[in-house]
C-alpha cells in the first residue's frame, strides 16, 4: 500500500507541475457508460492549493472529461515518473467545468501559455491524495511537446473552432451533454 498524503505541500506540487504527462479518468453514473482516460502534457496545470489544482482544457475530438464532470463529477488525475526515481500518485477528488466568462477561468489560464485551442479550465477539489512504487512504469526520455494542436486550431481559426465544438465535443459517446 502507497502513502496517503494529508494535501499537497509544496514539495509534492514541485514534483507534480514537473511532470510532462500525466492522466485524467473519469466515468459517467451508467453501469453500461464508457471509462475515459485522457493523456495531458503541455504546461497546463497548476497547483493552486493543499487541495486544488486546476488545467487549462484544450479542444479535443471528444468531450469525455467535460461531461462526465458535469455529470457526477469524480475525477482521478494520475502523475507518473517516466525518469528518476520510480513513483505514481494519484489525485482523486470532486471536479467541475469552468468555461470562459465563469468566476476562476481567466486566473487559471493566465498561469500558462496562450492556446487558441482553449476550451474550458478542469478544476479539481482534491479529496484523497495517495503515491505509490511505480517499479512497473519503464524510464522514458521526453523529446519535445507536440505543437500540432494550437497549428490546428490556428488553421481553424476562432468561426471554425466554435463550429468545431458544435460538431464534435456536444455530446459524449454516452449522449452526456458537453459543450
Known sequence: MGKLFDEIDAKLASWIEAQPLWF?????????????????????????????VAWV???????ETI?????????????????????????????SVVLPGDAGFDEVVSLHPNNPSTRAVIAVDVTRISDS????????DVREERDLIRLHAE???????????RQKNSLSIDGLPGL
Open 24 to 52: 485524467v479518468a473519469t466515468a459517467p453514473l451508467a453501469a453500461g457508460g464508457h471509462v475515459n482516460v485522457s493523456p495531458r502534457g503541455h504546461d497546463t496545470l497548476s497547483v493552486l492549493g493543499p487541495h486544488r
Open 67 to 95: 461531461a462526465h464532470l458535469r455529470e457526477n463529477g469524480r475525477i482521478c488525475l494520475m502523475f507518473t515518473s517516466f525518469d528518476g526515481r520510480p513513483r505514481i500518485v494519484r489525485l482523486h477528488g470532486k471536479g
Open 155 to 165: 488553421k481553424k481559426g476562432p468561426a471554425g473552432m466554435d463550429e468545431y465544438r
Open 57 to 63: 482544457d484544450y479542444t479535443g475530438s471528444g468531450v
Open 133 to 140: 512504487c511505480g517499479w512497473g512504469v519503464p524510464t522514458m
